[in-house]
């Protein structure tokens, strides 16, 4: 296969001690830069080497597997952190927090490539800066594009002639191996802020209304047959409101994620408050006896689950990761996957005024407000837990009994009869 003139400029010049990758998903970035990467372990000085990314597991999704396949050997383990190429050390570490810093301190590098660099902490960064410290050594980086005022553009990409750095900006038309076909559909898969950065590869500010592509198309009334699956995301609340959806799933039948049912519980509307095992019960009348495969909880709410336990419900924390779960949801609503049954009217309207925090975007960082939310908080706990990887064909295939029952053991919460070893009930 052909490279793209971008490909191959981007090759010719990465020279610079910073040289960064940025732009729209799948636009060949890092087809690039692993092939720069090896040219620069071959000729490139001697001295240790990283590759860093958020997580030992997305170092090798993201850059191991294409870069080995170059190679032309097979990719070490997930297990193994370590791998001698072109005669360097060369360490994988995974930097989802400033406690990966540890692992850095104190080592010299000649070499660095950091994959997804806009998701690495900052401070880790810095530190990794500082680590460069072989004469020549530089560093390589992709990333897709975040906000404007996020620190890898502001301090780095916008100054780079102040700093010996050079950036790449690409878009899918850079990649030449893309069918238009899949092209189209990627495009087809983000709406509003997010078509900006991962489309069109800008550095675009997050504001006004999170679920933008949000329209008549993802309303329902008519019935549906039931679902194979059906989960529940939750939120909870003492001083503010207990909010849940009831999620019906059915990977094979679009539209395939289906909200029949909402549950809201504000005890300052109400003017009372209600003690866990109250809400729990209503939680139970709420589903009455449907199969449940998983109640996904904010994490946080520990005296309620176990009052939700205590009623033999299935309860698992959810994935509390909020941009990933807004993320994947907005997915879903813009590609109309994702339909709420009309009489859901509180969650309705809280997802037509679900916003963007300004004050956050202008300090580089994406948040919602936290606005009359803990719907779109138990929508997203849902989404992000049932489809981690933001796939409608990948359903999270933790949610059996057996996750359940590990997460009870593990939380030392009192084992119910049912889970002693029964089955039926909300299984
Ligand atoms: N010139 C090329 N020849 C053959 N295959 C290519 C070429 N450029 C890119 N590809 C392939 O296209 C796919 C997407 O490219 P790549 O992974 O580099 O994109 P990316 O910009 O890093 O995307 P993301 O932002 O999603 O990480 C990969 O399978 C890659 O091997
Ligand atoms: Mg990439």
New binding site residues.
Partial sequence: ????EK?ILSYAQATHRYNI?C??????????CNHKFIERLKNGPKGDVMVIGVSRPTIQR?VLN?LYQILGFPPPTTKTNEAKLYGHNVYFVGAPDESAMRVIQGSTLALAYVDEAACIPYPFWRMLESRLRVPGAQLLA?C?PEGPAHWLKKEFIDRAGDLDLISFN?TLDD????DPAYKESIKKSYSGMWYKRYILGEWAAAHGLVYDSFDHLNLYDTPFPAAPTYVVGMDYGTTNATAGVLLAINPRQWPQIRVEEEFYYDSVKVGRSKTDAELADDVKDWLKYKQLAAIYIDPAAASFKLALRHLDLPVVDAVNDVLLGVKHTSKFMQQKNLVIHKSCSTLIEQIQSYSWDQKAADKGEDKPSKVNDHLCDALRYGIASAFPQGEISSLDDNITIEQIKRQMYADHAPLSPFMGGGTGGYF
């Fill in positions: 296969m052909n490279w793209s490909q990758w732009g729209s998903v799948s636009a060949g970035k890092t087809f690039s993201n294409d992709t897709n690409f990649n030449p191996s893309l």
